[in-house]
C-alpha cells in the first residue's frame, strides 16, 4: 500500500473524505470515532465541524447538555475524552482504571485524602446539580480541604474512574460535572473484557483502519497483549496487508482529499503510533512538540502542509512551505467557516 493510498483510506475512515452523510450528527460522528481528546473541548467541537458534524459549537454543547447524547470523562490513556453516551460504560470499565493509580498517587503527595474529598463532592452535586470545577473546588475548600492548583483535577478523575461523576453539560461557557446516575441513568453492566476488547479492536479499525496492533494499544493506552486479544476476536473480519490491519468489506477512499484545517489534539493527529504518514519527519516537532501538546494543523491531500492558530479573533494559517493557490484559497475557506463556527453562527 502507498503512502498516498494509506492517507485516503484513513482519512475516509476519519471521516475527512467529503461532506459528513446525511444525518450524521455530532453524536453520530463520535459514534464513528469511538472517542475525541477532549481535555480542550473547543478543540473537540472543532473536531466535529471538521467532518461536517456541527454546523456550530452551539450544535455540540446542545449534544452534550440538552439531551446527553455525548459525555466526556477521563478514559483512554487516563485522558479526558469526549464518547456517544451508548458507549461510555464499556469504555469507563475497559479503560477509565488506567489513570486511577496515578491520580490516587499524586493526591497522597499533595497532602489529600480522596477518601475525605469525595463525599463532599459526591453530596454537592446531588444537592445541587451539575456543578463547574471551580464551584466544586470553592465546595471542598469549604470543608477545610486544599483544593488549589492540580488537586481537583486528580480529585474529579478519581471520582469520574469510580464511574461517579462525568463531564455533563455546558452552561454559562462552563463545561459542568454531574453524577453520572443523575446525567447518565442507571448504567448497564458492562460486557466482559473480552467482549469489551473485541468492541474495541472492532471500532478502532472502523475509525484508524488501515492500522496495526501496536496503533490500537497505544492509541487506547492498553497493553499489546489486551490490543492483540481483541483484534484475534474479531479475525474473520479482517484483512491484511503486511501488518496493517482493516475490516473487510471498505469502499475505496477518494482518489482526492480536500484541503482541511484540523483542531489541536484532532483524532487525525493522534489516532496512530507512528504518525509519519501524515506528519513529515522534518516538520513533526512543529505539530507534536512535546508534553502531549498537538498543535491546530492544516492538512492537503492527508499530509499535514502548516499549523495554525487564532489570534484576535482571525484564524492565521502557517504553512510550511508556499502552497499551491487552489490549496491556499481551500484553506481559507476553511479558516472563515472555523470563524463562523465560533461565533456559534449557522454555516450558510
Known sequence: ????????????????????????????????????????????????????????????????????????????????????RDDYVWLHALTAPLGAATSRRRLGQLGVRFEDASPVILR????????????????????????EGQVMPHLLALAAAHGDVVLGPVFDGAHCFALARDWLGTPERPPDRNAALAELAQRYLRAHGPATDADLAAWSGLPLGDARAGLAAIAGELTHD??????????????????????????????????TFAVKAEHARRVHPGGGIVRAAAIAGGRVVGTWARRRGRVVIEPFAPVPARIDAALRREAAAVERFEAREPAP
Open 124 to 147: 454537592a452535586l446531588a444537592d445541587e446539580g451539575p456543578l463547574s470545577r471551580a464551584e466544586l473546588a470553592e465546595r471542598v475548600g469549604a470543608a477545610g480541604i486544599p483544593a
Open 242 to 275: 503486511g501488518p496493517l490491519l482493516d475490516l473487510a468489506g471498505r469502499p475505496d477512499p477518494p482518489a482526492r482529499l480536500l484541503p482541511r484545517l484540523l483542531a489541536a489534539f484532532d483524532p487525525y493527529l493522534v489516532g496512530w503510533r507512528d504518525r
Open 1 to 84: 500500500m502507498t503512502a498516498a493510498e494509506l492517507r485516503r483510506r484513513r482519512a475516509a475512515a476519519q471521516l475527512l473524505a467529503g461532506s459528513a452523510a446525511p444525518g450524521v450528527d455530532s453524536a453520530a460522528a463520535v459514534g464513528q470515532l469511538l472517542a475525541v481528546q477532549a481535555q480542550d473541548l473547543r478543540a473537540a467541537r472543532l473536531a466535529l465541524r471538521t467532518r461536517g458534524a456541527a454546523r456550530s459549537a452551539a450544535d455540540v454543547d446542545s449534544a452534550l447538555t440538552d439531551d446527553s447524547s455525548l459525555v466526556v470523562s477521563w478514559l483512554l490513556r487516563g485522558t479526558l475524552h469526549l464518547v456517544a
